[in-house]
């Protein structure tokens, strides 16, 4: 298994398959065909589907330039991944280079049949939680120490950066008002700067952690600079809790930069053995992953066992299992935004829940993920962040 690092992202919204994943493939497409005069792109599946609502064109204007040519190409799909990308170089009219990519989510990328992502480099000989808890076992290893083994020394350093940019999403979202666009033809107001006021009334650490996570969210939803967490979709959900207990000073940025670490951990082993996409697992792969990552960084921060952060882990996900992805127009407003304030607060009662037992429970972690994986095979494509089933198709 690779780097927690890796499930950590920075990069603007508001999809990381369909923004941050083809701005990468842009970029090294661009490098590696410097002599290139002209370049175009063809878009598959769920990125040509929601592409316009999910601002892909405009992330790959951000680097080819406005003249590229993107074709949304709605017939040819891949079973490999939904997510398809390829890329055309030209010189003096002449194809100099072609390359097919997909966008598997959280900003990585694989080619056609390619086990891993491109950049892959294992660091990890664990790949279930339940492995990681035998090694931690055997070990006589707390989970975070089990990170600290084996990443590299800056990890630690590595995740407070992370956490001042989830923290300065949050702080430019609550401090914006009015509406967010969508072209023109969505309006959503945005609502974190009014859960703020509301929450410097009343105290109610809940409004907080709803005000911070709608703020990331609203951010994203323009097209802003979040951190995938797992991916940009469901970015608001860890920001929301932990900048909400980094503010009321229960914890210092030490202690939350650990959880962060253990919560890389949970997304490292759903992307691993299931998939952090909706567009290939539908929405409790994107919510239902951040839930579960969210609530093992506050187990962490309460200092529970490792069997109590697994099991923390492991509610939070089964209890997204079959959530569909079916962002309205294809923009990810609605039910987005409002699902990351949720999840937000579900993955503090998954952790409660968790710490409040003794432990014992049916359902592992490692099957929470297998299930969802299947549910995921098993969902129609409409409910894949296609746009066209489920909420958005009540919406025109
Ligand atoms: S519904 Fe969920 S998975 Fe789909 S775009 Fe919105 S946040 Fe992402």
Known sequence: MESVRKIFQVGYGP???HTIGPTKAGMIFKERNKD??????????SIALTGKGHLTDKALFRVFGEDLEIKFDFDTHYDYNPNGLKF?????????DQWLIFSIG???LKELGEEHAID??????ETTFDDILKYCHENNLTLIEYIFKHEDQDILDFAKQILKAMFDSVERGRNKEGKL???????????????YERYKKS????VLVMSNALAVAEENAEGGTVVTAPTCGSS??????????????RFTLDEIAKGLLVAGLVGNLIKTNGSISGAEVGCQGEIGSACSMTAAAVLQLFGASNDIIEYGAEIALEHHLGLTCDPVLGYVLIPCIERNAIAALRAIDAAKYAHLSDGTHYITFDMAVKSMTETGKDLKDEYKETGIGGLAKHIK
Do not use: H, W
Not at 36 to 45: I, P, Q
Not at 120 to 125: E, H, I, Q, T
């Open 181 to 195: 666009s969508a072209q023109n033809k969505l309006f959503v107001k945005r609502k974190s700067k009014d859960y």
């Open 106 to 108: 959280g900003g990585e």
């Open 120 to 125: 892959y480099k294992k660091v990890y000989d």
């Open 88 to 96: 055309y170089a030209y010189k003096d009219g002449k194809l100099i």
């Open 236 to 249: 608001g959900v860890m920001p929301g809790v932990l900048k909400a207990y980094y503010d009321t000073k």
């Open 15 to 17: 999809s990381s398959s």
């Open 203 to 206: 105290g109610d650490f809940d």
């Open 36 to 45: 290139a005069d002209k370049f175009k792109v063809d878009l598959y599946g």
